[in-house]
Each structure stands twice: as C-alpha cells, then as structure tokens.
C-alpha cells in the first residue's frame, strides 16, 4: 500500500481503525518522486501493524516553504511527525544557479544559515505547541560523496543548526548522516561533487526512460548512497526507513 499525501490524507476521514498516524514532512528526499521513496518502505511495515504513513514530503521545498504548510501538518492531528527538512537550504544558500531555481517559492529572505535556523524553529515551535505528536528531527544526508568537500562542510553546519533547535525543544535527532557517511566511507569511488544540476537529469532519464533502479544508477558513478549528488538510492531509503521505524517504536506509549 502507498503512503497518502498529505492532502489525500485530509481529504479523507481518519481511518476508524488507524493504531496511530505518522506524517514524514520535508522535501524531495521525502517526496520520493526524485529520489527512492523511504515513506513507502515504512508504510510497507508500519502499515501492517495498523499505522497510517502519510507522506508530506514536496519535492524542491525549501524550510520557508515547509512552514507555511505548517497548518496541513497539523489539521493530520498526528501521533508522530517526522521532519528531514534543509538539503535545499544548502544549496540554495551555496551557489546562486540553485538559489534562483528556488526563487518560484517567494522565499522571504535568501536562504543562509541564519534562516534556516529561524524557519525550522519556527517549524518545530508550530508543531510543539500545536499538536501532541511525538516528534523527531532527521539530520541531512551528504550532499555529495566526498565528505571532505564543500558541500559536505556546509551540510555539518546545518546540522549543528539541527541539533542545535531539537535540543530547545528536547526533540529527538535521527543520526542519518553518520549512517550514510558510514556507508561512503567504506565503499564509494564518486568523483567530487561539482555543484551543477546535469547528475540529477541523468539520473531521472535513467529512471523514467532506462527503468534502473536507484541502487543502479549510484554505482554506474561510483557512488553508494546518492543517486546524482542530492538524492537518496534504494540503499539510503532503507537506512532512513530504519531510523523512523526504530522511533516510532521506540516512542509508542
């Protein structure tokens, strides 16, 4: 069974016999359209144990455009919410080629650092006071195989950002970057990330057109994680899967 979206999810009464709901908010990496759909993988497992997964993920989304989204998250009157928010925070806030390709969502400020703080303490405000959910922050995989570079830099900062808000409001943190550098570390050949968009067009002609799997076309580029640099493969999907599923148990009352 496939996750709902969000709005299918609202447009429909709660199932009379959901156990709890779990929505997984965040961008493309949750979206699972442009990368491999770990929502999917958990409501493959919780679903049988009479949860419901809702996917409010929304591909390109900056953390500014989550927020304003806020209130659908809400209206879910969820048990759990789960928020891997920022990969394109750091782009946009690296390189202005990126940045102006997030500029259709009127962003109220250019995304830094800085913003990216307030907006996801913002986010985390809303949902604290507003819902009863059980809640947990996903720190952002690498952007990029080479762990030593630029992006990868700048995706470390963003994650003390991360834990930095989780810590004010004593909200859990899900280690994925550990995992998934872990994961590099021991296998990946990727030549450095070069900061343009071509890896994430191949990529998808490779999957609409080619039929690969995502697993496939990582390791056609030496890469053990990522599919073009910013997307999650098969592999990493499962290891996000993981940790939400070790959470949502392990904080089930």
Same mark, same amino acid.
């Given at each position: 069974m496939?996750?709902?979206?969000?709005?299918k999810?609202l !447009?429909?009464?709660?199932?009379?016999?959901?156990?709890?709901? @779990?929505?997984?908010a965040? !961008?493309? /990496?949750t979206?699972? &359209?442009?990368?491999?759909?770990?929502?999917?993988?958990?409501q493959?497992? /919780?679903?049988?144990?009479?949860? &419901?997964?809702?996917n409010?993920?929304?591909?390109?989304?900056?953390s500014?455009?989550?927020?304003?989204?806020?209130d659908?998250?809400?209206d879910?009157?969820?048990?759990v919410?789960?928020? =891997?928010?920022g990969?394109n925070?750091? =782009?946009?806030?690296?390189? !202005?080629?990126?940045?102006?390709?997030y500029?259709?969502?009127?962003?109220p400020e250019?995304?830094?650092?800085?913003?990216?703080?307030?907006?996801?303490?913002?986010?985390?405000?809303?949902l604290?006071?507003?819902?009863?959910?059980?809640l947990?922050?996903?720190?952002?995989?690498?952007v990029?195989?080479d /762990?030593?570079?630029?992006?990868n830099?700048?995706?470390?900062?963003f994650?003390? @950002?991360?834990?930095e808000?989780a810590?004010?409001y004593d909200? #859990?943190v899900?280690?994925?970057?550990?995992?998934?550098?872990a994961?590099?570390?021991?296998?990946?050949?990727?030549?450095?990330?070069?900061?343009?968009?071509?890896?994430i067009?191949? #990529?998808?002609?490779q999957?609409?057109?080619?039929?690969?799997?995502?697993?496939?076309?990582?390791?056609?580029?030496?890469?053990?994680?990522?599919? !073009?640099?910013?997307?999650?493969?098969d592999?990493?999907?499962?290891?996000?899967?993981?940790l939400?599923?070790?959470?949502?148990?392990?904080?089930?009352?």
């Open positions: 496939t996750a709902p979206t969000l709005k999810f !447009d429909s009464a709660r199932p009379a016999d959901a156990r709890q709901v @779990v929505v997984c965040g !961008d493309s /990496l979206h699972g &359209v442009w990368s491999a759909n770990w929502v999917r993988l958990l493959r497992d /919780l679903g049988r144990r009479g949860y &419901v997964v809702v409010a993920g929304w591909s390109g989304f900056l500014c455009s989550l927020l304003r989204e806020i659908a998250v809400i879910a009157r969820p048990d919410v789960v928020v =891997m928010i990969t925070d750091v =782009m946009a806030s690296m390189h !202005d080629a990126w940045r102006r390709s500029d259709r969502q009127e962003p250019h995304p830094t650092l800085d913003t990216f703080r307030t907006w996801l303490d913002q986010i985390v405000l809303r604290r006071s507003d819902t009863s959910a059980r947990a922050l996903v720190d952002l995989p690498p990029g195989e /762990l030593d570079g630029a992006f830099v700048r995706v470390g900062l994650n003390e @950002v991360i834990r808000v810590a004010r909200v #859990a899900l280690p994925l970057n550990a995992r998934l550098a994961l590099v570390e021991a296998s990946s050949t990727a030549e450095p990330f070069d900061g343009t968009m071509k890896e067009r191949s #990529a998808m002609i999957r609409k057109l080619l039929r690969r799997r995502w697993d496939k076309i990582s390791a056609r580029a030496g890469r053990v994680v990522l599919t !073009d640099n910013i997307h999650l493969n592999r990493a999907a499962g290891e996000v899967a993981a939400v599923r070790g959470f949502v148990d392990d904080s089930s009352p």
